[in-house]
């Protein structure tokens, strides 16, 4: 009984907003780390809003998003793979303020939402283009310079589903993304 109060008071902290503001993040430029050496550029956009809880000193926000990650080569002994990503979906991130003034914050998140995996290997000729679910945890930091800018550095693991084609799996069944967003909100 008492988890379900804890739970039933988190969500109602979480809903409880006093401002809204529209939300807009954006990044553009490499953002993907798996292995040693593999990175690639991207693009990413969400659009949604950002809430101050007058409850507490948490602010929220859920954005929906697109993602583009292109031309990532995963080399293997036997065969080369390119593959382009898109993934679409919801984010929500719960901040932590860590300085009086709200200026710097801490963050976790959670994403959930689909990934279109278009993947073309150099041995037999083998395209394949795969739309599966998506999902994501992850974390980090912004810093507001006034209420309206900021910059946001954060980790996210995102899992995707692995097509398959001819033997092959092609493409990633996760990511590893350190993104550097700014963040405007009006």
Same mark, same amino acid.
């Given at each position: =009984? =008492? ?8 969500? +109602?902290?979480? @809903? ?12 553009? $430029? ?9 990175? +690639?550029? *991207? !693009?990413?956009? $969400? ?11 948490? +602010? ?6 697109? %993602? ?6 995963? /080399? ?11 993934? %679409? &979906? ?11 003034? @709200?200026? %710097?914050?801490?963050?976790?998140? &959670?994403?959930? $939402? ?10 037999? /000729? ?6 599966? !679910? +998506?999902? @994501? ?6 810093? /507001? !310079?006034?209420?309206?800018? *900021? ?7 995102? &899992? ?6 001819? @033997?092959?799996?092609? *493409? ?15």
């Amino acid at each position: =009984m =008492m988890k379900i109060r804890s739970l039933i008071l988190t969500a +109602a902290l979480v @809903g409880a907003g006093s401002s809204a503001l529209a939300d807009l993040q954006l990044n553009a $430029g490499p953002m993907y780390i798996r292995g040693e050496d593999e990175e +690639a550029g *991207g !693009f990413e956009l $969400g659009v949604g809003w950002y809430a101050k809880h007058s409850t507490s000193s948490l +602010a929220s926000s859920i954005n929906l998003g697109y %993602l583009g990650i292109a031309s990532l080569k995963e /080399d293997n002994p036997s065969f080369e793979v390119e593959s382009d990503y898109t993934v %679409l &979906g919801l984010d929500y991130k719960l901040y932590f303020p860590l300085m009086q003034d @709200g200026g %710097l914050s801490a963050y976790i998140e &959670g994403f959930a $939402g689909g990934a279109n995996t278009t993947a073309e290997v150099n041995i037999d /000729d083998i395209e394949v283009e795969e739309w599966g !679910f +998506a999902w @994501g945890v992850g974390g980090g930091l912004e810093y /507001d !310079f006034t209420d309206n800018v *900021g910059l946001s550095l954060g980790y996210t693991f995102l &899992g995707l589903n692995e097509p398959n084609e001819g @033997g092959y799996a092609l *493409g990633a069944d996760s990511l590893h993304l350190v993104r550097l967003n700014l963040v405007v909100r009006f």
